[in-house]
């Protein structure tokens, strides 16, 4: 019965780079494929990259080559790796099992402006 929370998450300027972290209990990484999605008020929750349980990985278009997507399996902990932050990429960031949702963790905010 895995929960979720993120963190890493905090305010920054355009061109900067941070990265999020998300704490699984209940459950191994190696179980799931598990996703990082974003929300805002203006933007519908959308993936912004998955990882299987194999390491294989897959990015949206509008972020690919600016993030990156990790996990340490022995510590249940994923991350992502977001360089080159634009306003657009303001957003709630929060991490799940795409196959199959659990309840959303606190999700957190990464904020992007001069």
């Known amino acids: 019965q895995v929960q979720f929370v993120e963190s890493g998450g905090g305010s920054l300027q355009p061109g900067g780079s941070l990265r999020c972290s998300c704490a699984?209990?209940?459950?191994?990484?190696?179980?799931?494929?598990m996703a990082w999605y974003r929300q805002s008020p203006v933007k519908e929750r959308e993936y912004v990259a998955i990882i299987t349980t194999r390491g294989q990985t897959t990015y949206k278009d509008s972020v690919k080559g600016r993030v990156t997507i990790s996990k340490d399996d022995d510590k249940n902990m994923m991350y992502l790796q977001l360089t080159s932050l634009h306003a657009d990429d303001t957003a709630v960031y929060y991490c799940?099992?795409?196959?199959?949702?659990?309840?959303w963790g606190p999700g957190t905010q990464v904020t992007v402006s001069s």
């Open positions: 799940n099992a795409p196959t199959s949702i659990r309840q």
């Open positions: 699984a209990s209940g459950s191994s990484f190696m179980t799931f494929r």
